[in-house]
Nanobody
């Protein structure tokens, strides 16, 4: 079992930055691929970014490429999402997720454990 707790959400003006963190507890965090998803009101939960167990490979949804960066620190059992140049359409609840396989995918169904989310609001 892996427990995930997100933090770092908040309100920011368009063009601003936020850094989300996801702290993991439980066994073998360093063996899991990790992902960030988001869900805006009235919309499906969508993939944002993923990172392999080693941090050696990353994956991004097209709309966040060049603006968001996912990283992890296995010594601290933490994964991060640095979000720059934020836009109002980035407003959503952001969820951290863990996949027991080593490589990250963009499929929601591939992820085995989920956090409760942290709210991000971007004003224009």
């Amino acid at each position: 079992q892996v427990q995930l707790v997100e933090s770092g959400g908040g309100w920011v003006q368009a063009g601003g930055s936020l850094r989300l963190s996801c702290a993991a507890s439980g066994r073998a965090f360093s063996m899991y691929a990790m992902g960030w998803f988001r869900q805006a009101p009235g919309k499906e939960r969508e993939f944002v970014a993923g990172i392999s167990w080693s941090g050696g490979s990353t994956l991004y949804e097209d709309s966040v490429k060049g603006r968001f960066t996912i990283s992890r620190d296995n010594a601290k059992n933490t994964v991060y999402l640095q979000m720059n140049s934020l836009k109002p359409e980035d407003t959503a609840i952001y969820f951290c997720a863990a996949d027991q396989r080593p490589q990250a995918t963009g499929k929601r169904s591939d992820y085995d454990y989920w956090g409760r989310g942290t709210q991000v609001a971007v004003s224009s």
